[in-house]
């Protein structure tokens, strides 16, 4: 590469070394933010180090001490000479703007370093076939030159009065009550109960402003469903279905899935896989990732370590101002499958299970339980009773109830057809306090 071509900055690295020799006040400034390294001038590096050197030793590093410190070790060459020196120093007039030469000097350093990571790329390609190993190469380059940034640029730290004076954006509702906007969910289930069907309804409720289960979204806002596993007709089916099912369109529905990508789909548990994404987020109100075991490939679903890359990537969203819902298995415990650390940043865990006196026959019918409600509560967090159902003119719609006064109706219902007390609670599989309570509600109701 032509020289004149190679990024760095000067008259920058002049001002830094000169700035830190008339005034050894600066170097806190600037100690955190660059290494000898960093300086494309080998003059400016060895007169970096050497000052670094000092001042870690709280030792004074003005003119006459580096002088004579380069004299004593016959570096005076490596560094230009005593006029280089000298002169560096009489051109700095203040070290006022260090810092900002100092975020110059960095970013023309990292601009050097990619450029390294491309030519070494661009040669490893010539001569090899392995091109998982490469791009495996370049990620662990490029997440190394990642780590280089300089964090006081991106990390903001608050005073509590500056704080609670900040003009917040309110977390409006994309799906009341229970998933606002930059909110982090989970619905799992065993298999078969019927996860993407409630996903894929949410999803289309929000991508319309439509209503699911009496949760309602006030306004049509922009979604895309990342499917992991579903055969592109059974997706095509099934969204045929809940379009007719809703009143309103969603133009802002927008479907990832696995049978239209040529080279499969992203690992979002990998970087490579987050940024292959990255594009198509932008302008996206809600993700929907169905389902982690498909979707999140590399991490060990055991593994607490595992699921760091995808709760990073998650809370990234939600600063961005996005909502992600993912979708994820129960164990055969009942429990969701893997490290429970999947919970910590999460708003909403809504667990989706059969009733115990469920038949197949019934289809997709389950109870929605909410094992995490940090932003909602009372009536809102009670669990739901659904159940798809087919009217007598052919339209299938969703029913819900809430499951106390589903249970209350099936026990009412019971004891008028002659049961006992006990037998209700064989029927049923609850405690004999609840069947009680229902009993002793019904007849106050003279219902019994």
Request: charged share 25%.
């Amino acid at each position: 590469m032509d020289i004149n071509q190679i990024p760095y900055a000067s008259e920058a690295e002049q001002a830094i070394i000169g700035g830190l020799l008339i005034d050894n006040q600066a170097w806190p400034t600037i100690a955190d933010k660059l290494q000898s390294k960093d300086f494309y001038d080998e003059r400016h590096q060895w007169l970096f180090e050497r000052i670094s050197t000092l001042a870690q030793n709280d030792k004074v590093f003005d003119l006459l001490t580096i002088l004579d410190d380069i004299k004593s070790c016959d570096q005076l060459l490596v560094v230009g000479g005593e006029a280089y020196v000298l002169s560096v120093a009489k051109n700095t007039p203040t070290a006022a703007n260090i810092s900002a030469y100092a975020d110059v000097v960095k970013t023309k350093a990292q601009q050097r370093q990619l450029i390294e990571i491309g030519q070494s790329l661009v040669e490893n390609a010539i001569v090899s076939n392995d091109v998982t190993k490469m791009l495996q190469q370049v990620n662990s380059q490029l997440l190394s030159l990642e780590k280089t940034l300089d964090i006081s640029r991106y990390l903001t730290v608050v005073g509590i009065a500056d704080f609670l004076q900040a003009e917040l954006p309110q977390r409006d509702a994309l799906l009341a009550p229970w998933l606002p906007r930059q909110g982090l969910a989970m619905i799992y289930a065993k298999r078969g109960v019927g996860k993407t069907h409630i996903a894929l309804n949410i999803a289309y409720a929000v991508a319309s402003g439509g209503v699911f289960l009496g949760w309602e979204a006030p306004k049509a806002k922009n979604v895309l469903y990342i499917d992991g596993e579903m055969p592109a007709v059974v997706m095509q089916e099934r969204l045929a279905d809940i379009v007719k099912q809703h009143e309103n369109e969603a133009a802002s529905f927008n479907l990832l899935t696995p049978d239209m990508q040529g080279k499969g789909m992203p690992d979002l548990s990998t970087l490579e896989g987050q940024r292959l994404l990255a594009p198509y987020v932008e302008d996206v109100d809600l993700i929907v990732i169905d389902n982690i075991s498909t979707l999140c490939r590399t991490s060990k679903e055991n593994e607490a370590e595992g699921w760091v890359s995808m709760q990073e990537w998650a809370l990234k969203m939600r600063s961005q101002g996005r909502s992600v819902l993912f979708v994820h298995h129960a164990a055969k415990n009942g429990n969701q499958r893997g490290t429970s650390k999947r919970e910590d940043v999460l708003d909403t865990v809504m667990m989706l299970k059969h009733a115990n006196d469920y038949d197949p026959s019934e289809g997709a019918a389950f109870e929605v339980h909410f094992e995490k409600s940090r932003s909602f509560y009372g009536d809102d967090a009670q669990p739901l009773q659904a159940k798809l159902v087919t009217t007598s003119s052919g339209q299938q719609t969703w029913q819900s109830s809430t499951l106390d006064k589903s249970t209350y109706e099936k026990v009412v219902e019971l004891s008028l057809d002659g049961l006992a007390p006990r037998e209700i609670v064989e029927e049923l599989d609850i405690n004999k306090s609840t069947v009680s309570r229902h009993l002793k509600r019904a007849k106050d109701e003279g219902l019994i």
